[in-house]
C-alpha cells in the first residue's frame, strides 16, 4: 500500500524472511514477485560474516583488540558456522561455559578441545531438519557420515543403488539450504554448515554410525582406494571396533605417509596418533605398536614437538615385550632424532644405553642396523672428551660397516652421523668429501631432510677451508631446500644461516632481524641448542655495537652448564679482551692453560684455542703465546666458524699472528696479519677486515711502531663510525691509550 501510494512518503520500510521456508505455495512469494516490479525496491540476500568480521565480532565480546589468540579462534568458529551470527553467538557462549575459553589477566585464552554443538544450534537446525521427510534424512545423515563434503556417486553405492532416492534427497536438503553443489564440481556437494552436518551425525546411534562407517569404508575400498586413502583410514579408523583393525593401521599408515610427502607434519602426526588410538589394548600385538610409535615419534620430530621423545621410548618397551631386536635398535636410533647431536654439548647417557642394548640386541655380524646404531653412539659420545678415540674408531667401523651392507637408506645416515662424528681441527677436506657424498646420495634417494643436512654440512666444511664464494652458494641451497622443507627445525636453521652470513657483511640491521626470527622457533627445536647458538651471534653484534659487558652473566652461566664446552670460558676470554677488562682475559687464560691449552679436539678446538690466542696477545703471556703458537700454526690456512654456521671469526692467519706476537715473533705477526687482511677483504667483509685492522695496531703498538698503530686506528674510527660500530670503535680507540 505504502509503495503504490501517490504521495510520496518518507519512509524507509525493512522486511525480512527466511527463504529456505519459503516454497511457491506460500503466500509470500506471490508478494515478492510482485515487490520485484516495483522501483525503489532493493532486495538483499543476507550471507554470513566473513571471516575478518567473526574476528571482529569475536573480539567485541571479548573486549580486546584482535590477537593471534582471538584470530584462530576466529578462523575456527568461522569454518564451523560460515558466519552465521547467531551460530557464532551460540558457539561462544558454550565455549566460555564449557571453559573451552577462560580469560586470564582480561584476556580470552583458548584452551584445548573441539568447538562442540551447542545446544541452541542443535534445537535450531534440528527444526530445520524436521520439515523435511524421513527418507531425506536418512540419505543426509549418510551424507554426514561421509564428512562435511561429499559426492552424489559414492552416497548413491553406499545407500545400496537408490540413485533416485538420493537425488530426490539431495534436491530438497538444497531447496531447504541444508547442502549446496560445489561450484565447478559435477556431483560433489558439501553441508552449508558444518553444524549442519555435526547435527546429523551426533544424532546417529552409536552402533549404526560404526556400520555406517564400515559401508562407506567398503564403498570406498572398491573404487580406486588408491585415490581415497585418507578418506578410508578416516572411515575404517571408525569403524575398527567392528573388525576392522588390520585396515584401520594399513590406511591410516597410507594417509601418514603421503601427508608426510606433502611435508604436512601434523596432519601425519594425527594419523598416527588416531590408528594407536584405536588399537585394541589387549591384542598383545607388541610388534604393530612399537613400529606405529616409532613412526609417530619421526612425525613429532619433523613437526618440531618435543614430545617424539616419548612414543620412541614406549616403542622400545614394546620391542622388548615382543623380543623383536631389530624394532628395539630401530627405536633407540630414532630416540636421537634425525641428526646425530641432540643438544650441544650433553652428553645423553639415556641415550646411549639404549644404544648399547640394541647392538646386543642385534643378531652379530653386519647389518644396516647395526651400522646405524654405532653411527649414533659416535654422534652421542661427541662432547664426551674422554670417548675421542672411541668415537672416532666407532665413526670409521660404521662407515665401513654401512657401505658393506646395500641399504642407501642407512648409509646415508651413517653419513651424516660419521661427519660429526670424525668432526675435529686440520680434516675439514675429507669432512667436505663426506658431505657431498651425502648430498649426491640423499639427492639419488629423494630426500630433502638428508639433502638439508648434507648442504648445512658442506657449506660449513668450505667455509672452514677458506671457499667464501662456495660457502655462500651453500647458504643459497640450504635454505631453498629449508623453506621446501618447512620443518621447524629446517626454518631455525635458515634464519641462522642467513644470521651468519649477515655478519659476515657487517649488516647489523639485518642480523638483528634474523636473531629476531630465530627466536619464533625456539620452542619447536632443542631450546639448548637454539639458545647457544643464539648467544654466539647476539655476541658477536655486541661486539660491534657494544654491550658485550652485558653478556658476562649468561657466559658464565654456558660454562656452568655446559662444561663440556670450554668454548663459553673462551668466550668470556673474548669480552674481556674486547671490552678492555684484561685481568679478566687473564683469570680465565689461566684456568685454560693450567694444562698446556688441551681443549677437546672438536668442532669448537679451533675456536677455542683463536680467542685464547688474542687473549694471550692482549695481557702479554709470552708463555702462552708460544704455546698458542704452536697450536694454531698449523691450522692457519683454516678459517675458525663458530657453531653450525652462526658465525665465521675469520681466517686462522689472524690469530696465529696475534698467538706469534704475544711470544715475540713480530715478523711471523707481520705476515700472519697481512694475509688475514687480504683475504677477508677479497672475501668482502667489512666487518672481519676491521676486526683485522684492530687486532694489527694492538700488534703494531705492542712492537712499538705507534705510526701504524696510529693510521689502522684512524681507519677503523671512521669506518666504525659511519656504520654505527660503536663496540669495536672503543675497543680500537683503546689501543692508543694503552
Same mark, same amino acid.
Given at each position: 500500500h505504502l509503495l503504490r501510494g501517490e504521495d510520496a512518503v518518507p519512509v524507509l520500510v525493512i522486511g525480512t524472511y527466511r527463504d529456505t521456508d519459503l516454497g511457491r505455495g506460500h503466500p509470500l512469494a506471490e508478494l515478492l514477485a510482485d515487490?520485484?516490479?516495483?522501483?525503489?525496491?532493493?532486495? @538483499?540476500? +543476507?550471507?554470513?560474516?566473513?571471516?575478518?568480521?567473526? =574476528?571482529?565480532?569475536?573480539?567485541?565480546?571479548?573486549?580486546?583488540? %584482535?590477537?593471534a589468540e582471538i584470530a584462530s579462534l576466529a578462523e575456527e568458529v568461522w569454518g564451523e558456522t560460515e558466519g552465521n551470527p547467531f551460530f557464532v553467538g551460540q558457539i561462544l557462549r558454550h565455549l566460555v561455559e564449557t571453559g573451552a @575459553?577462560?580469560?586470564?589477566?582480561?584476556?580470552? *585464552?583458548?584452551? /584445548?578441545?573441539?568447538?562442540?554443538?551447542?545446544? !541452541?544450534?542443535?534445537? $535450531?537446525?534440528g527444526h530445520r531438519l524436521s520439515r523435511l521427510d524421513d527418507a531425506t534424512n536418512e540419505v543426509l545423515a549418510l551424507a554426514a557420515v561421509l564428512g562435511r563434503e561429499f559426492d552424489a556417486e559414492t552416497l548413491v553405492a553406499a545407500s545400496d543403488g537408490h540413485a533416485e532416492l538420493v537425488f530426490d534427497a539431495l534436491e530438497q536438503a538444497e531447496q531447504a539450504r541444508l547442502v549446496t553443489g560445489t561450484r565447478g564440481r559435477p556431483g560433489r556437494y558439501s553441508f552449508v554448515h558444518a553444524l549442519v552436518r555435526s547435527t546429523l551425525y551426533e544424532e546417529l546411534a552409536t552402533t549404526r554410525r560404526l556400520r555406517l562407517?564400515?559401508? @562407506?569404508?567398503?564403498?570406498?575400498?572398491?573404487?580406486?582406494?588408491?585415490?581415497?586413502?585418507?578418506?578410508?583410514?578416516?572411515?575404517?579408523?571408525?569403524?575398527? $571396533?567392528?573388525?576392522?583393525? @588390520?585396515?584401520? *593401521?594399513?590406511?591410516?599408515?597410507?594417509?601418514?605417509?603421503?601427508?608426510?610427502?606433502r611435508l604436512a607434519y601434523e596432519e601425519a602426526v594425527g594419523w598416527y596418533e588416531r590408528v594407536l588410538g584405536v588399537l585394541d589394548p589387549d591384542d598383545g600385538d607388541h610388534a604393530l605398536r612399537a613400529e606405529l610409535l616409532i613412526e609417530l615419534g619421526y612425525a613429532l620430530w619433523f613437526a618440531g614437538e618435543h614430545r617424539w621423545l616419548a612414543p620412541m621410548a614406549e616403542a622400545m618397551d614394546e620391542a622388548r615385550a615382543a623380543g623383536d631386536g631389530e624394532l628395539f635398535a630401530r627405536a633407540a636410533i630414532g630416540r636421537g632424532g634425525r641428526r646425530p647431536w641432540v643438544e650441544v654439548g650433553v652428553v645423553d647417557d639415556d641415550l646411549l644405553a639404549?644404544?648399547?642394548?640394541?647392538?646386543?640386541? %642385534?643378531?652379530?655380524?653386519?647389518?644396516? %642396523?647395526?651400522?646405524?646404531?654405532?653411527?649414533?653412539?659416535?654422534?652421542?659420545?661427541?662432547?664426551?672428551?674422554?670417548? &675421542?678415540?672411541?668415537?672416532?674408531?666407532?665413526? &670409521?667401523?660404521?662407515?665401513?660397516?654401512?657401505?658393506?651392507?646395500?641399504?642407501?637408506?642407512?648409509? /646415508?645416515?651413517?653419513?651424516?652421523?660419521?661427519?660429526?662424528?670424525?668432526?675435529? #681441527?686440520?680434516?675439514?677436506?675429507?669432512?667436505?668429501?663426506?658431505?657431498?657424498?651425502?648430498?649426491?646420495?640423499?639427492?639419488?634417494?629423494?630426500?630433502?631432510?638428508?639433502? =638439508?643436512?648434507?648442504?648445512?654440512?658442506e657449506t660449513g666444511d668450505r667455509w672452514e677451508l677458506g671457499d667464501v664464494a662456495g660457502a655462500r652458494g651453500g647458504l643459497q641451497r640450504l635454505m631453498a631446500v629449508n623453506e621446501q622443507l618447512?620443518? #621447524?627445525?629446517?626454518?631455525?636453521?635458515?634464519?641462522? =644461516?642467513?644470521g651468519a652470513l649477515s655478519l659476515f657483511e657487517g649488516d647489523v640491521a639485518s642480523v638483528r632481524r634474523h636473531m629476531a626470527e630465530q627466536t619464533k622457533w625456539w620452542g619447536r627445536v632443542a631450546p639448548g641448542n637454539a639458545q647457544q647458538l643464539y648467544g654466539i651471534q647476539d655476541l658477536a653484534v655486541r661486539h660491534l655495537c657494544g654491550g658485550m659487558e652485558e653478556l658476562l652473566p649468561l657466559c658464565e652461566a654456558m660454562i656452568e652448564t655446559y662444561p663440556n664446552v670450554p668454548a663459553w670460558r673462551t668466550a668470556v676470554v673474548f669480552i674481556g679482551w674486547a671490552i678492555g677488562d684484561l685481568e679478566r682475559a687473564r683469570r680465565e687464560l689461566d684456568v685454560l692453560g693450567a694444562d698446556g691449552f688441551r681443549l677437546p679436539l672438536d668442532g669448537n678446538w679451533h675456536v677455542g684455542v683463536a680467542l685464547c690466542g688474542l687473549a694471550a696477545h692482549a695481557v702479554g703471556d709470552v708463555g702462552a703465546g708460544e704455546r698458542l703458537y704452536e697450536l694454531l700454526a698449523p691450522h692457519s690456512g683454516a678459517w675458525v666458524c663458530v657453531g653450525m654456521i652462526s658465525d665465521c671469526l675469520g681466517p686462522g692467519h689472524l690469530y696465529t699472528g696475534l698467538a706469534? !706476537?704475544?711470544?715475540?715473533?713480530?715478523?711471523?705477526?707481520?705476515? &700472519?696479519?697481512? *694475509?688475514?687482511?687480504?683475504? $677477508?677483504?677479497?672475501?668482502?667483509?667489512?666487518? +672481519?677486515?676491521? *676486526? $683485522?685492522k684492530t687486532a694489527w695496531a694492538q700488534q703494531a703498538a705492542r712492537v712499538g711502531d705507534r705510526r701504524r698503530a696510529e693510521e689502522l686506528v684512524a681507519q677503523v674510527v671512521r669506518e666504525c663510525h659511519e656504520r654505527g660500530y660503536d663496540g669495536l670503535r672503543a675497543q680500537a680507540e683503546r689501543v692508543l691509550a694503552r
Open positions: 515487490l520485484r516490479r516495483q522501483p525503489h525496491v532493493e532486495r @538483499v540476500d +543476507l550471507r554470513g560474516l566473513p571471516a575478518d568480521g567473526v =574476528a571482529e565480532l569475536i573480539g567485541a565480546a571479548a573486549g580486546q583488540d %584482535l590477537d @575459553v577462560v580469560q586470564e589477566d582480561g584476556r580470552w *585464552v583458548r584452551r /584445548a578441545g573441539e568447538l562442540g554443538l551447542p545446544e !541452541g544450534v542443535r534445537e $535450531v537446525i562407517h564400515k559401508r @562407506v569404508g567398503e564403498v570406498l575400498e572398491a573404487r580406486h582406494p588408491e585415490r581415497h586413502a585418507d578418506e578410508l583410514a578416516h572411515h575404517w579408523c571408525e569403524a575398527a $571396533v567392528l573388525d576392522g583393525q @588390520v585396515r584401520a *593401521v594399513s590406511y591410516a599408515r597410507q594417509a601418514a605417509a603421503r601427508a608426510l610427502e639404549g644404544l648399547y642394548e640394541a647392538l646386543d640386541r %642385534l643378531p652379530p655380524g653386519d647389518s644396516p %642396523l647395526r651400522a646405524m646404531a654405532m653411527a649414533r653412539i659416535a654422534g652421542a659420545l661427541y662432547f664426551r672428551a674422554t670417548s &675421542h678415540d672411541e668415537r672416532i674408531e666407532l665413526s &670409521h667401523a660404521s662407515l665401513a660397516m654401512a657401505s658393506r651392507c646395500d641399504d642407501p637408506e642407512a648409509l /646415508a645416515f651413517v653419513l651424516i652421523c660419521f661427519h660429526w662424528g670424525i668432526w675435529q #681441527p686440520g680434516n675439514a677436506a675429507e669432512r667436505l668429501d663426506v658431505a657431498q657424498e651425502l648430498l649426491g646420495l640423499a639427492r639419488r634417494l629423494g630426500n630433502r631432510d638428508m639433502e =638439508a643436512i648434507a648442504l648445512q654440512y618447512g620443518t #621447524p627445525e629446517g626454518r631455525w636453521i635458515t634464519s641462522l =644461516a642467513q706469534a !706476537g704475544a711470544a715475540g715473533r713480530a715478523e711471523v705477526a707481520e705476515h &700472519h696479519l697481512r *694475509v688475514a687482511l687480504e683475504l $677477508v677483504e677479497a672475501a668482502g667483509s667489512p666487518r +672481519l677486515a676491521l *676486526v $683485522v
